[in-house]
């Protein structure tokens, strides 16, 4: 009987009616890029719902907020705090150090980093 290839359409014959392919090749070609489509379908990552951004946008400026009154306190620079963001204990230990070498003003930013790390979940001890 005469069937048409499930991967690249030509017309084949055969005598096996379940026969779907002219070739392994056809076979192995379709079979491949499905499941590879499948497994491309299942890790793809989920599109961030609006939601999410404004959060995102929301945090990112408590963030900035948050570096720029340590700045403001400390005088340390926004980039150096950030670099350590958002580990607040490295923060913390690298804001100390530099108040003990003289680099930093001497103010305590306890209250601030804990408010901070109560506002988003986050660790400081
Ligand atoms: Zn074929």
Redo the contacts with the bound molecule.
């Keep these: 009987m005469w069937k048409e290839?499930k991967?690249?359409?030509?017309e084949?014959w055969t005598d096996y009616i379940k026969k779907e392919?002219?070739?392994e090749?056809?076979a192995y070609k379709y079979n491949y890029e499905r499941s590879r489509a499948s497994i491309l379908a299942k890790y793809k990552k989920p599109r961030n719902s609006i939601d999410n951004v404004i959060k995102s946008k929301k945090s990112n400026k408590v963030v900035f907020n948050f570096i720029m009154e340590l700045n403001q306190l400390t005088t340390l620079s926004y980039g150096k705090l950030m670099q350590y963001y958002p580990d607040l204990n490295k923060i913390k230990s690298f804001i100390d150090y530099q108040q003990v070498v003289g680099n930093a003003k001497k103010v305590n930013v306890d209250k601030i980093m804990l408010n901070h790390a109560k506002q988003l979940n986050l660790d400081f001890n």
Aim: aromatic fraction near 28%; proline fraction near 0%; hydrophobic fraction near 10%.
């Design positions: 290839c991967y690249c359409h030509r084949f392919y002219c070739s090749h056809c």
